[in-house]
């Protein structure tokens, strides 16, 4: 193989089912393993939320929470100091913040801005309600996570799912609003609000991060959602998954060839990456 693979991937009904499992997809998972592919997490969940699937997972790789919002690098993981690599980020004022594990990458607008826009969508006559609105108990009902999982998906830093009462006409003028205070609005498995952090604007980085490690690089993402359409457009190979009742998701609109995986999820997923794998080994 002349060229370093790497794999983005989404999780929420794409690597992972309705039971927020993987199991289909362990064959694949196993040979990615085995060629060192790096499998880099995008997603709408939190750091949280995220890092105990990397524990299930046994992934040592970055990752991207909340839609784009936080690029999570490994500290050691690449041999180019981060913050040094200015061709490798985003022009203009970026926030680069280190943990005791991470060097963070900040993308996206504070979470507190967006709690307190998410209000203002309120007293405008808009029938919302996020994440931060509900209780632990709320939010298990409705994603049908565990208790201990939706405590999890509560802790968030850059992105609020919130749900949504209303007409098209409604939703088409709840959009313009949010657009109009210099926010952004993305669908996944809720709709979300966010500022200008997005997956695409994540993988771009962490492509060129990847390229400066190996040189050349061949990258493939795998979703099934709207808000996977920016990472699509960034790799070499995107793959949209099938929803459970058999379609893809019509919304999902990009410039380049989506390859279309038989079969939705883990199960899709396991397809998709075996088959495009022996293209290359």
């Known amino acids: ?121 309120r007293t405008r006559g808009f029938d919302v309600k996020g994440f931060g609105d509900m209780t632990v108990r709320e939010v298990a009902r409705l994603t049908g996570l565990k208790t201990a999982d939706a405590k999890l998906a509560k802790q968030r830093d850059f992105d609020e799912p919130f749900v949504f009462k209303g007409s098209a006409a409604s939703l088409k003028k709840l959009k313009q609003f949010i657009k109009s205070i ?23 980085i962490l492509t060129k991060l990847y390229r400066k490690q190996y040189g050349k690089i061949t990258t493939i993402a795998l979703g099934d959602s709207p808000n996977d359409t920016e990472m699509f457009e960034i790799v070499d190979y995107p793959i949209m998954i099938r929803k459970p009742g058999g379609s893809y998701d019509k919304r999902i609109k990009v410039k380049k060839k989506l390859i279309r995986a038989d079969g939705a999820g883990p199960e899709g997923w396991n397809i998709a990456v075996k088959n495009l794998l022996n293209k290359f080994f």
Do not use: W
């Not at 609005?185 to 200008?196: A, Q, R, S, V, Y």
């Open 1 to 121: 193989m002349k060229k370093q693979l790497i794999i983005f991937t989404d999780l929420d009904g794409t690597l992972l089912d309705s039971k927020y499992s993987f199991d289909k997809a362990c064959p694949a998972l196993a040979l990615i393993k085995k060629n060192r592919i790096p499998l880099v997490l995008c997603t709408s969940k939190t750091q949280a939320e995220i890092e105990l699937l990397r524990k299930k997972l046994r992934n040592t790789h970055p990752f991207i929470s909340e839609n784009g919002g936080g690029v999570f690098i490994p500290k050691d993981y690449f041999k180019i100091k981060i913050a040094n690599c200015k061709p490798c980020l985003p022009a203009g004022r970026l926030q680069i913040a280190e943990s005791r594990k991470y060097y963070i990458i900040k993308l996206g607008t504070e979470y507190s801005v967006l709690r307190k826009a998410l209000k203002e969508l």
């Open 182 to 204: 210099g926010l952004t609005f993305t669908i996944g498995e809720f709709f979300h609000l966010m500022g200008n952090g997005d997956k695409g604007r994540a993988v771009k």
